[in-house]
């Protein structure tokens, strides 16, 4: 079955930087976009980043554009989220997920139909 196994989460003063990673086995995961999305405490999911089947296509939500990157090594079976710049409004369980479609055009939670379990960012001020 599908599994995705988040890390890289942690506490970091504002202003600091995280690299989560996202492992994935049971997919072909090269055929499909992937996804980060976050959820704060009394908060929904909302969408951070996504990234084409290639790699080659990126769309990022305003509030990290600039400060968050993301990316993805297909050999590797694994996407990455780079966080720069990072501000206590960022704090959240930050979780990974496959997109149902192959392109970077995908922003609501159920056009991803596999999640892993959750990382944990804290941002300190």
């Known amino acids: 079955q599908v599994q995705l196994v988040e890390s890289g989460g942690g506490l970091v003063q504002a202003g600091g930087s995280l690299r989560l990673s996202c492992a994935a086995s049971?997919?072909?995961?090269?055929?499909?976009?992937m996804g980060w999305f976050r959820q704060a405490p009394g908060k929904g999911r909302e969408f951070v980043a996504t990234?084409?089947?290639?790699?080659?296509?990126?769309k990022a939500a305003d509030s990290v554009k600039g400060r968050f990157t993301i990316s993805r090594d297909n050999g590797k079976n694994t996407e990455y989220l780079q966080m720069n710049s990072l501000k206590p409004e960022d704090a959240a369980v930050y979780f990974c997920a496959v997109c149902r479609y192959s392109a970077s055009a995908y922003y609501s939670v159920y056009d991803y139909n596999y999640w892993g379990q959750g990382t944990q960012v804290t941002v300190s001020s």
């Open positions: 049971g997919l072909t995961f090269s055929n499909f976009a």
């Open positions: 990234i084409n089947w290639s790699g080659g296509s990126t």
